[in-house]
T-cell receptor
Framework: DVKVTQSSRYLVKRTGEKVFLECVQD?????MFWYRQDPGLGLRLIYF???????EKGDIPEGYSVSREKKERFSLILESASTNQTSMYLC?????????????FGEGSRLTVL | DQQVKQNSPSLSVQEGRISILNCDYT??????FLWYKKYPAEGPTFLIS?????DKNEDGRFTVFLNKSAKHLSLHIVPSQPGDSAVYFC?????????FGTGTSLTVIP
């Protein structure tokens, strides 16, 4: 079974702090994604990566950056956390670069910024 | 602009009856569609998918229908069970990216 592991299930941070969210997948997937989920807004794509050291902006990249130094690991970084970044963050991975590939999600990281 | 839309935020159904969840999309380049189920404080889990070359795909109690001309897909759950109560997201993909709807919260009443 594919496993996508997010390092922290729950985090509480203060405004202005730097936040790292780590994600590791164990199935040698090329593609990795970071989404945030907010009530009434669904899942919105922040960044994705289709290869090591490659990254592409999603729909809401402002205030975030990412790092993919190894194929299995994709990190989301909030350089200076703000209260409007309080959300559920979901990491996902997929094998196929084209279509017919399923997204596998981690358990999610609930971030609260005070 | 939202490329995948789920216009019903919530749906309540009696146990044993059919649940029908709807989804519309705008981009004709999408060729793969998926449904995910999500419980609170957990990540979404994959339910069922359909390629654009098909109009129906079945897996047990779950069936997805695709109407390409209307850019519409639906998920049918028959019979509905209390454990099906969750938020359901539809998603569409054309290449690498997946686009999600805003979700429909399904409540199955025992």
């Amino acid at each position: 079974d594919v496993k996508v592991t997010q390092s922290s299930r729950y985090l509480v941070k203060r405004t202005g702090e730097k936040v790292f969210l780590e994600c590791v997948q164990d199935m040698d997937h090329e593609n990795m994604f970071w989404y945030r989920q907010d009530p009434g807004l669904g899942l919105r794509l922040i960044y994705f990566s289709y290869d090591v050291k490659m990254k592409e902006k999603g729909d809401i990249p402002e205030g975030y950056s990412v790092s993919r130094e190894k194929k299995e690991r994709f990190s989301l970084i909030l350089e200076s956390a703000s209260t409007n970044q309080t959300s559920m963050y979901l990491c996902a991975s997929s094998l196929a670069s084209g279509t017919a590939g399923e997204l596998f999600f981690g358990e999610g990281s609930r971030l609260t910024v005070l | 602009d939202q490329q995948v839309k789920q216009n019903s935020p919530s749906l309540s159904v009696q146990e044993g009856r059919i649940s029908i969840l709807n989804c519309d999309y705008t981009n004709s380049m999408f060729d793969y569609f998926l449904w995910y189920k999500k419980y609170p404080a957990e990540g979404p889990t994959f339910l069922i998918s359909i390629s654009s070359i098909k109009d129906k795909n079945e897996d047990g109690r779950f069936t997805v229908f695709l109407n390409k001309s209307a850019k519409h897909l639906s998920l049918h759950i028959v019979p509905s069970q209390p454990g099906d109560s969750a938020v359901y997201f539809c998603a569409a993909s054309g290449f690498v990216q997946f686009y999600f709807g805003t979700g429909t919260s399904l409540t199955v009443i025992p």
